[in-house]
């Protein structure tokens, strides 16, 4: 079985933040649904895009952000982009001191180790003035 989902939030004229994560939650949240995906399986997206929407509009600059999903029986692939100015995640945020006293860490970073902890693949490109990160998750068994 394979199944596909778009959605793109920040677009609308006067939609915030706070609404276009919203909007997103909602529709992937629906789908998992439909696609009958377990509860955590939903939360961990919830956590993942939420994570990534928000750096992408707060820090990016994005007026528009993408998210396609596709899964197949084993595993689940999200392609996130974005029109915000070129930022490659996986190269260019900082690497958390996880082991340090929350009152001591420097802030930044933190986002996107809670990304790569809960995803198996992750790659970028920049393509079309266009971030395009893709993540890959196993579905649990």
Known sequence: MSAYFCV???SAE???VDDALRHMEQS???FGRQEQWPDDLI???HLILEELGLNAMTYGGASSVRIVISEDVDEVTI??????????????A??????AALEERSIGGLGIHLVRTLTNDLSYR?????NHL??????PE
């Open 14 to 16: 006067n939609e915030s």
């Open 43 to 45: 939360f961990k997206l």
């Open 134 to 139: 893709t993540l890959v998750t196993r579905r």
């Open 126 to 130: 920049r393509e079309g003035g266009r």
């Open 94 to 99: 900082p690497q958390p001191d996880v082991n």
């Open 79 to 92: 392609e996130i982009s974005d029109d915000g100015g070129a930022f490659d995640p996986l190269n260019e």
């Open 28 to 30: 992937i949240e629906e």
């Open 8 to 10: 793109e939030v920040g």
